[in-house]
């Protein structure tokens, strides 16, 4: 099934993860974290944006493919699940 997001059209059943984060610069230090990690931790940090990550890469390959789509608040990124969920259903 094909996804046409805003980096492109995206194949969604070679997906292997698929999961959102929050990318927090801690002191200087750029760090992709979970949703979770920002409820409990997320004022304590600079949020620099969301992102929601398709990866395709074959399980045990070195070599990583994966598409990030980069959204500047939580509300656009759930908003983006969203409409991912309708493929996959």
């Known amino acids: 099934m094909i996804y046409k997001s805003s980096e492109g059209d ?5 997906i292997t993860r698929l999961y959102p ?3 927090v610069d801690m002191q200087g230090e750029i760090a992709e974290m979970s949703l979770e ?3 409990l931790y997320g004022d304590k940090v600079k949020i620099v944006h969301y992102v929601l990550v398709f990866d395709f890469t ?5 070599v990583k493919d994966r ?6 608040t939580k509300e656009a990124l759930i ?6 969920a309708k493929y996959l259903d």
Not at 58 to 62: F, Q
């Open 21 to 23: 984060a929050v990318v």
């Open 58 to 62: 074959p399980l045990n390959e070195d």
């Open 10 to 14: 995206l194949e969604l059943d070679n």
């Open 79 to 84: 908003a983006e699940i969203q409409e991912v």
């Open 37 to 39: 990690w920002e409820e």
């Open 67 to 72: 598409t990030t789509l980069i959204f500047e």
